[in-house]
């Protein structure tokens, strides 16, 4: 007799996985690590940015008021008394049609409120002469008219990008605080399996699920201990899943999930007392992916497909450990394009494609049922086909998730 | 008397950059290390995947020809004769009518050709009856059906991503080839510039192109060498600039490209006897970004503006760095959306402007100057408008450089 499982709809069945993600503690790192780290706390603006107001350009502070009727047949003439680098300050006051001598980024001395670049001078000695009048601030970078002292200028919960270590930076956060990574384990079950250094037997194929999903967790930022390959046996596969679970906030286990003789996961939550959030999804392929709860504690449960493996992590791990670290954009990246293929057949459950996305197409990246590998390594997205009655048609705008597209393009833009 | 500079296109500049990319070594690295290296020799199939017919299924393997004129109303009745999970072999052959028990993933026993779900039968003691006839080969996984033994599946120069892991795990490659990674240094200049624990001083700031330069190598998973910051003295510049360029393969000053009374780097390339592959480029920020190749090694002068920095780095180091790895997709990934506000300051310059891309639309990020810093941070693309005399309206569709869409989003597809 099998088992009659109720699909969830993919929609829900993230929102449940969202629901149940706790938070994790914070802790504070250098900044050299923290690339790529979730902000765990409000990046405030301990200084304004510029923090003074500053030359744009390398050329001569002045009074604006002294280039008043300049003019190409009336050239106003200003003598040069100091001169600043970037990160000197003039200790001399502006008088009427004096000027310093600045450099790209210094402090604009007392009395200027202009620049005048280079290029519009023309200079004899310690003199310069101007064609043309400047308004007041005229090529002059104002203190504070990028940040403003003590504002927030990235909100707790955003990954940490260069642009955001180049703030941490400017607000010396030597040891920014950031949520802490949880801790993953993989679990691949399955007699099937071998190591990667195994030669072939009959029957019998290379694990391939645990190093990509570790793979995939890295692309997270993320470390994973692996647990090695249970064998299908109930009451010994019991024992691994508790001790991996008890030691991790996340277990992820790969096979073992479906209605076959040796998968023994229903069973093992059962004896965990584990919540089941759902055990089977509406989707193509991964319909038995299977999500549970155990003392707060995260039991993923993924097809041994490794397209269904992979598609079912980005879908529900990938966001649960973001949501667990606070993150503001805990779902995959999404864009839509046109299919640049037909996809006739017709299915009731919503269907995750492997593709390759260019820009403004996207297309399948080659063979396609749910144990396919070749394809999870071709593509850089998904294609998302709602599940329906009908097939699809080149041309038509689906949605795409982007998942490799970082990678690069092989062209430059048009 | 300032230096007349001719302004190269960007898309000119890029090329020129590509064009003096050379080729780095190669090494095998174990394989839970390999993401993200470039794979540096064709992945080669050692076998066929799948390795043998199988079941994709949990049911029963039968001959197809014994379920021929099977109905409701004329069920074909089989006797379960072995047992076989995945891994295992069943050592018995078919006869008529007979079946063996098959988990998912599980080898074809001799003389089977078609496998019945479960859902298809209803099942008593050791027999089984069906109600439909079973096409031959139907529900089997044919040996190479995704890949055959031999060929090749991913070419050299390709990212090696979480689908290229299961792959090489698939094939055995414990260690596989990838392509050496560059050295890298980075040295600031700019007697302005305080490190990131110093208090601020008048006139000084804190450097942040720096780790942020550290972060975007990060990004690209290169790391590299810091060289500290070299005050603005031509003499000591050129001393710290020579050594460090003979201990790299690249490398990134910022700051001193500009006309400057300080910026000692066009008379540095000229004493290291380097060739200038230009010294303007007609971008907004970052027209001075300044690329120079000595002894084959590249010399890239970013300005010291973090957005100029920034934007220098992804357009120029970025190509160059993946070129010299033999990537065969060394661009910035890019896309096209639709501009969602007015830009109508017109610009002979090509400008790239620090942008949110939400998958559709594209929106500038905020301060937009080439010394802001705040919206490096909060943005996650470069939008591109090309030079030329008029403005940009919402609505128009635009180039858009993906830097940054990675991190996710923050909600579900609608």
Chains 1, 2 share one sequence.
Not at 216 to 237: H, T, V
Request: proline content about 5%.
């Amino acid at each position: 007799m099998v088992e009659k499982r109720t699909p969830m709809q993919v929609k829900d069945a993230v929102a449940a996985v969202l629901q149940h993600a706790g938070s994790l503690a914070s802790e504070k790192v250098p900044l050299e690590d923290s690339y790529g780290r979730i902000l765990a706390e409000p990046l405030t603006a301990t200084s304004a940015v510029p923090p003074f107001d500053r030359s744009p350009y390398d050329g001569y502070a002045i009074r604006s008021a002294d280039s008043a009727g300049a003019s190409g047949t009336s050239r106003v003439t200003f003598r040069v008394i100091d001169h600043i680098g970037a990160g000197e300050v003039s200790h001399k006051r502006l008088n009427a049609f004096e000027a310093i001598r600045i450099m790209t980024g210094a402090q604009l001395p007392e009395g200027a409120d202009a620049v005048v670049m280079f290029e519009q001078t023309v200079e004899e000695g310690d003199t310069f002469t101007l064609r043309k009048p400047f308004e007041k601030l005229e090529n002059v970078s104002l203190q504070g008219e990028d940040v403003a002292k003590d504002e927030v200028v990235i909100e707790s919960g955003n990954v940490i990008n260069p642009g955001t270590i180049a703030l941490l930076a400017t607000f010396g956060y030597s040891q920014p605080t950031v949520a802490k990574l949880p801790t993953v384990g993989i679990l691949s079950t399955g007699t099937e399996l071998l190591g990667v250094e195994d030669a072939l037997e009959p029957g019998k194929i290379r694990n391939s699920n645990g190093p990509m999903i570790m793979a995939q967790l890295k692309r997270m930022g993320i470390a994973c201990k692996m647990y090695g390959m249970s064998i299908d046996n109930l009451e010994e596969s019991y024992q691994a899943v508790k001790k991996a679970a008890q030691e991790t906030d996340c277990l992820i286990t790969t096979g073992g999930v479906s209605v076959g003789d040796f998968d023994f996961l229903p069973a093992i939550y059962e004896r965990l007392g584990a919540k089941v959030l759902f055990n089977k999804v509406a989707m193509r392929p991964g319909s038995v992916t299977t999500v549970a709860v155990a003392d707060g504690r995260f039991l993923f449960g993924l097809s041994g497909n490794p397209s269904a493996c992979f598609t079912g992590f980005e879908l529900f791990v990938r966001p649960a450990l973001l949501q667990m670290m606070g993150a503001q954009k805990p779902f995959v990246p999404h864009t839509t394009a046109l299919l640049a293929e037909d996809f006739e057949k017709a299915n009731p459950f919503t269907r995750f494609i492997r593709a390759v996305y260019d820009g403004e197409e996207v297309r399948p990246a080659g063979f396609n049922k749910s144990n396919a590998v070749s394809s999870i390594a071709r593509g850089n997205a998904l294609i998302v086909l709602p599940g329906g009655s009908r097939g699809f048609q080149k041309g038509d705008r689906v949605d795409v998730l982007l998942l490799g597209v970082e990678e690069g393009a092989a062209k430059w833009m048009n």
